[in-house]
């Protein structure tokens, strides 16, 4: 395993979203969605950087590879708060296919919102299968396996202060 993006980075960038989301929003009230389970670290960390008024809630996606191998994402969205007419920020551990944000803005959007904005963490290089990109990054990362604040290998890691790359041997 190797450190990537070390604890101080990490904080400084949580730091940097939540300036540019604040200049975004100003004191205008908002609703934060964290996308479960990847978010939690990022989610707790960015509420408390963050001054205007919030509601947060969660939503759950999951992603799994059905018979044919097709990636299909379930959404378990009775977690998440009622966001109509509510300014909405989904915030995700890690951009990479895109696939997660872009089926999470469609279902959102039926939802009434005033506006949905994207925040992650990690975006990853060279992965983006969809058009669409989050509206606030903390880092650009290469295409590796990477763990830490938040983000697992078989639900380990999680913990890390961190982000990390795991080396082949890990995996």
Do not use: C, W
């Not at 944000?101 to 990690?122: F, N, W």
């Amino acid at each position: 395993m190797q450190t990537m993006i070390s604890e101080v980075e990490v904080r400084e960038g949580v730091k940097r979203l939540a300036r540019e989301i604040t200049e975004t929003y100003g004191e205008t009230p908002l609703t934060i969605v964290g996308v479960l389970t990847g978010s939690v670290v990022l989610l707790a960390d960015i509420i408390r950087e963050l001054n205007m008024p919030l509601r947060v809630g969660v939503v759950q996606a999951s992603s799994y590879r059905d018979g044919t191998e097709r990636r299909s994402l379930i959404i378990n969205s009775d977690l998440m708060l009622d966001i109509a007419n509510q300014n909405t920020l989904i915030v995700d551990d890690i951009f990479d296919t895109g696939h997660t944000l872009v089926e999470l803005i469609a279902k959102m959007e039926k939802l009434g919102p005033t506006s949905i904005r994207t925040a992650v963490l990690l975006r990853k290089l060279g992965q983006q299968q969809v058009d669409t990109e989050p509206d606030f990054v903390a880092f650009d990362i290469p295409n590796k396996f990477v763990v830490g604040y938040g983000l697992d290998y078989r639900d380990e890691y999680r913990n890390l202060p961190y982000v990390a790359s795991l080396d082949p041997e890990d995996l």
